[in-house]
């Protein structure tokens, strides 16, 4: 086999394990990972609220890598949906008042009280 031919075959090869490997990582992920841009936006905010040095970028990013660890993301995604819509007022308002979605502010609340008693 040629030198080309060999390379051509290693390409080749690489090629097709590459997506097998891709579909290893992504059923090794925790069911309750949060998206990229989730995690981003509460760092953002965090270090809004909280400064903008390096140490609390740190802090900022263990508090969500917490709430990640004790609430699916789709409890926190409700959660968060249902505390801006608290926060425009009118008719729909009166959706974040059943106990079933009180409960879910309420799960999130503690998760994030955990991470900062965790990372802060």
């Known amino acids: ?60 990013s263990c508090s969500i890598d917490q709430i990640a660890s004790l609430l699916p993301y789709t409890e926190y995604e409700e959660a968060e949906t249902l505390l801006s819509v608290g926060l425009k007022g009118g008719e729909n308002v009166a959706w974040t008042k059943i106990p079933q979605m009180q409960e879910k502010i309420k799960n999130m609340r503690r998760a994030q009280v955990e991470g900062e008693l965790r990372c802060f």
């Open 1 to 60: 086999m040629t030198k080309t031919g060999k390379h051509t075959l290693f390409a080749l090869i690489f090629a097709a394990a590459t997506p097998v490997a891709g579909l290893a990582v992504a059923q090794e992920l925790p069911g309750n990972d949060y998206p990229t841009v989730a995690r981003a936006d509460y760092v953002y905010a965090c270090m809004a609220v909280n400064g903008q040095t390096r140490d609390v970028l740190e802090k900022c």
